[in-house]
């Protein structure tokens, strides 16, 4: 099972926050929506359809949610940190350059 968790700011939307197996490797999505079903519709419209929320285990952290909140598209991955919690030095990305590298895979 996925691990995530969401953040609600003071302006009533959500910040949610999945780590997603993607081949060998694990991503790290994080989206912003109006609530968290919103936001795992949001997901689920894209092709992701087994994706689900249970406990709020791995919420956003703080520059999680500012580069979320900076996207136009509110829709950014990245390669989740290792299990050491060791982080690579790796800019976050839009949405649709995952599903293209998941086609081309």
């Given at each position: 099972m996925a691990a995530g968790g969401f953040c609600k700011l003071p302006n009533g939307t959500v910040v949610v926050a999945l780590n997603l197996p993607y081949?060998?490797?694990?991503?790290?999505?994080?989206?912003?929506?109006?609530?968290?079903?919103?936001?795992?519709?949001?997901?689920?419209?894209?092709g992701l359809r087994a994706i689900y929320?249970?406990?709020n285990a791995a919420p956003p952290t703080p520059d999680e949610i500012t580069a979320v909140l900076h996207h136009p598209d509110?829709?950014?991955?990245?390669?989740?940190?290792?299990?050491?919690?060791?982080?690579?030095?790796?800019?976050?990305?839009p949405i649709r350059a995952l599903l293209r590298r998941s086609a081309v895979v």
């Open positions: 081949g060998s490797a694990a991503v790290r999505v994080l989206v912003h929506a109006q609530n968290r079903a919103r936001a795992l519709t949001r997901l689920r419209n894209l929320l249970r406990g509110g829709l950014i991955w990245r390669t989740a940190p290792a299990d050491n919690g060791v982080m690579a030095n790796e800019l976050w990305h």
